[in-house]
């Protein structure tokens, strides 16, 4: 997993480090079980974020939360749902590999403001968030953790407006960056997504047990389909969507041009996202196939079989498959039970940390040659140790396949790629990256070839890890 601590300057003096956000939002009203639907929701989309977890309820115009470090599953008891009472919720996954994980940090954050408590969950990364910081702790705004979305709360505490929307059109020009949030008050639900849009955030309507119908706002579709609700259509980029105590829906975009330019992030399409869900309106296993047939026309090469590095390279790997017409098979095993712990052996047993994960099968290996497909290569560490263990495993040849152009750049906008300097073809050639890692033949697919599969449309997409093309740029990012 890759390092998610970015040290960014501070006053201009001390180097803080602040987590990135790769969360998952999810959001419900209406529904007799809110607290139960948003757990099973958050369940879904666990792989969004393993550092923390928490659901914030509306009970007669008072929240109810329970938050908590680690797995969902492990976060929550039945006695903890049966707490979070009410007919809305909302609820939060946060990621981070690395650094100190702080419970402050964990979302849905709460407070208390004039026009009475709200609750706040974001998926995404500000990137102006340290100006914004500074700013507003010079005038006396006290910091309970280090996470960006807590300047939101802060922006809309120093509005005296009595109607959260208004404090919304406030304070929503101010922030720069990426942000797909959903807010809780009193007695509404309020979704809204940056005007680029670089983060998904979808909107559904799920049948409750009495019979009515509830609002339901999620990252990632594949939440939608575990509750039994119906995905409508994505909040778009700049809308501003809520649902009041009536049950009536309303939305405005905060200004016309929201509506032109988006920057929907590639890289969910390429890894993050679940394959089982609709992301930016499309199939993201359809996607991922498509990436994997486009690389078998790109780089073809003369092989025995076909294998997946799982289990994100799955789709590419099948798409590769069936386009080159080689066999698929599961040359690697993957043990799902790891969890974010474990006791690190002695080091005489090499390669443990890749090993514990993936087990390479000699029985189907054994004196073929191995095209091993993979959704993308970041920093070499991990490719390299699985390339070692498929030889040891007795393949013949290794040819590696990636699904997606070579990482060259950071994301500032909720995707933790690492720094710059870690990412191995920001300063390599592709047969130096080869040698490194310790392939026969190594190949990525084309940048146009990843847009030909999402879509064709590159205008609609961000993609500045791939291609250095940042829509939103702070100066100070330049230097990572
Ligand atoms: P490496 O060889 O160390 O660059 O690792 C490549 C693997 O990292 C691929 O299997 C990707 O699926 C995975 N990967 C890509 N991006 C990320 C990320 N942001 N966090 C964790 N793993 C990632």
Redesign the pocket.
């Known amino acids: ?2 390092n998610c601590c970015r040290p960014m300057k501070l006053d201009g003096s001390k180097t803080l480090k602040t987590w990135t956000e790769e969360c998952a939002v999810f959001g419900i009203w209406g529904d007799p079980e809110a607290a139960q639907m948003t757990y099973l929701a958050l369940y879904a989309q666990q792989h969004r974020g393993q550092e923390s977890s928490g659901i914030v309820s509306l009970y007669e115009g008072q929240h109810f939360h329970h938050r908590g470090m680690g797995l969902v599953g492990e976060v929550f008891s039945p006695a903890d749902l049966d707490r979070l009472k009410g007919e809305a919720a909302i609820g939060h996954n946060r990621y981070s590999t690395t650094g100190q994980p702080l419970l402050a940090n964990a979302q849905p954050l709460t407070a208390h403001l004039l026009n009475g408590p709200v609750a706040l969950a974001h998926n995404g990364n500000l990137i102006n968030a340290e100006k914004l910081r500074v700013q507003l702790k010079k005038e006396g705004a006290i910091f309970q953790g280090t996470n960006d979305t807590e300047i939101l709360v802060h922006l809309l505490a120093r509005n005296s407006e009595a109607n959260i929307l208004s404090c919304l059109k406030q304070a929503l020009p101010l922030l720069k960056g990426a942000y797909s949030m959903v807010l809780l008050t009193h007695d509404q639900l309020i979704a809204f997504r940056d005007p680029l849009g670089f983060r998904p955030l979808s909107l559904g309507y799920r049948k409750t047990s009495d019979g009515r119908k509830a609002v339901v706002i999620s990252s990632e579709t594949c939440a939608f389909d575990l509750i039994g609700a119906e995905y409508v259509r994505d909040i778009e980029p700049g809308e501003i969507f809520c649902v009041n105590q009536s049950g009536e829906s309303s939305s405005f975009f905060l200004s016309e041009d929201d509506k032109k330019q988006t920057a929907f992030c590639v890289f969910e399409h390429v ?1 993050f996202s679940r394959p089982d869900s609709l992301v930016f309106g499309r199939s993201v296993y359809e996607s991922r196939k498509k990436m994997g047939r486009q690389l078998a026309r790109e780089a073809p090469v003369d092989a025995d079989l076909v294998i997946p ?1 799982p289990d ?2 799955v789709p590419a790997a099948l798409g590769y498959s069936e386009e080159s017409g080689l066999p698929f098979d599961l040359g690697i095993i993957r043990n799902h039970y790891i969890g974010r712990t474990f006791i690190q052996p002695s080091q005489s047993i090499r390669s443990f940390g890749v090993k514990i994960k993936h087990n390479p099968q000699s029985h189907i290996l054994k004196d073929k040659r191995v095209v091993a497909v ?11 140790k699985i390339i070692q263990l498929l030889r040891q495993a007795g393949a013949k040849e290794v040819h590696f396949r990636i699904a997606a152009p070579p990482t060259t750049g950071p994301c500032y906008y909720g ?3 690492s720094r710059r300097s870690k990412l191995i073809a920001a300063e390599r050639s592709v047969e130096e990256i080869r040698k490194y890692v310790g392939a026969d033949t190594l190949a990525y697919l084309s940048l146009e070839g990843l847009f030909a599969a999402v879509n064709g449309d590159a205008q609609q997409y961000c993609a500045a890890c791939f291609d250095g093309h940042y829509k939103l740029l702070e100066e100070e990012e330049t230097s990572l």
């Open positions: 997993m890759m890894y590095i994100s390279g993979d959704d993308s290569l970041v920093r070499g560490t991990t490719s390299k995707v933790d790629t």
